[in-house]
């Protein structure tokens, strides 16, 4: 097990973390699914298990810290190591029926507290969990699963929240980069576009397999490959 890569892709009970974890399974990897709920989890894995061998399957709330401390002493405990983490897991929950928390004028702060919880927080604390084990055997790809809607560069309103929390987590893609600049660990940050989930809708022009395209390119990268930037489609995008 130690000399195949270990992936663990968070949120990926459906959607987006799904379509990756599949992905990796069937270009070899290990592969850890996570998610927040049990029921749901069990289910996708039962399916998986008939296809693939190489998967397994980790309780996760990115909102937790207890949730987060507990899914990682269990995954180094028993794998001894995550090379690639994918933080896909996030949440989009501006938009209220009243729709006072879609606009930054009247949002109520708790909205923003519990999106920053799971955006961003949870993959602070998951990267500086696994990190040490990625500096110890010398390797890491770290993929921040971002959006369009936390460009700096073309910054809108509405959806305040969800914007903030995506703003962060490029910051925290640069911060994790510099901090890691001569160690074989690379840190970026990647828009999948917008694309058919529960959270994009229907009407989304992308389909899975497009979203999931720049995620893999960038947790595959091999060393000497780009590190601190923002991506989509394998483009470079301004911050």
Known sequence: MNNKKIVLVTGANRGLGLEAAKTFAEMGYYTILSGRNADSLDSVISKLKDQFQNIDSVILDMSDKQS????ADGVLSK???I???VNNAGILIDDADSGA????????SNIIHKTMMTNVYGPLLLSQLLIPKMKENDFGRIVNVSSAMGQLSDMN???????????????LTIILHNELKGTKILVNSVSPGWVRTDMGGKNAPRSLEE???GMIRLATLVDGGPSGLFFRDGDQLDW
């Open 83 to 85: 090379d690639i983490l």
């Open 79 to 81: 794998y001894g190591k």
């Open 101 to 108: 928390d879609n606009s930054i004028l009247t949002i109520n």
């Open 211 to 213: 979203g999931v395209q």
């Open 157 to 171: 309103g509405l959806y305040p929240a969800y914007r903030i929390s995506k703003v962060s987590l490029n910051a």
């Open 68 to 71: 987060i401390r507990h899914a």
